[in-house]
């Protein structure tokens, strides 16, 4: 079975500083890992992916996250926060490998506040 | 291109009554997805379609709950005899299925239901 678990439900940070959103995963079988952001009332846009290739993976928006194995984490980091990073951010994994649906297992969402 | 189109945005009704919720996914998906949005449980996977295969219905919480894909394009998910704890924002998303579950799932912006 998968899992996933953000740590803290709440982060907020100074414009200008860096961003670190926590997400640890649980899976049986190898993952795929993705990081999803939520403005309000939108629907979920993907930030970056992670597919078993490069264990660093660059997104959109200058985010990145590095897939650590050992410590079966999925961090999601930006060196400098905007005004617009403000958003919900969610942490999702799935089973990887042929035969399965993609049907994503999310966090509970970590909402990014930036101060001015 | 167009994205994910869901309908209504909005639906209020009354406790009891049944309603049908509205997926147009991108063009040549075939992949679609069904997730439930609620303050209590998060982010929920509820069902899953794949072209003519039988569908992934294992996050379907009641059998109050169905949905159904024709045509392998437009879906719709109904839910019978309305609740109040159905009361959640339901999204639904689309993929290129055939790459396996790695493909990115595109999110429309949801419908938001509201149970009197």
């Known amino acids: 079975a998968q899992s996933v678990t953000q740590l803290g439900s709440h982060v907020s940070v100074s414009e200008g500083a860096l961003v670190l959103l926590r997400c640890n995963y649980s899976s049986s079988v190898p993952p795929y890992l993705f990081w999803y952001v939520q403005y309000p009332n939108q629907g979920l846009q993907l930030l970056l992916k992670?597919?078993?290739?490069?264990?660093l993976v660059k997104g959109i928006n200058g985010f990145e996250a590095e897939f650590k194995k050992s410590e079966t984490s999925f961090h999601l980091t930006k060196p400098s926060a905007h005004m617009s990073d403000a958003a919900e951010y969610f942490c999702a994994v799935t089973p990887g490998g042929s035969g399965n649906t993609g049907k994503l297992i999310f966090g509970q969402g970590t909402t990014l506040q930036v101060k001015p | 291109g167009a994205g994910v189109s869901q309908s209504p945005s909005n639906k209020v009704t009354e406790k009891g009554k049944d309603v049908e919720l509205r997926c147009d996914p991108i063009s040549g998906h075939t992949a679609l997805y069904w997730y439930r949005q609620s303050l209590g449980q998060g982010l929920e996977f509820l069902i899953y379609?794949?072209?003519?295969?039988?569908?992934?219905k294992s996050g379907l919480p009641s059998d109050r709950f169905s949905a159904e894909r024709t045509g392998g394009s437009v879906s719709t998910l109904t839910i019978q005899r309305t609740q109040q704890e159905d009361s959640a924002v339901y999204l639904c998303?689309?993929?290129?299925?055939?790459?396996?579950?790695?493909?990115?799932?595109?999110f429309g912006d949801g419908t938001r239901l509201s149970i009197l």
């Open positions: 998303a689309s993929s290129l299925a055939g790459r396996g579950p790695g493909e990115t799932q595109h």
């Open positions: 992670y597919t078993s290739a490069a264990t």
């Open positions: 379609f794949q072209g003519n295969s039988a569908p992934d």
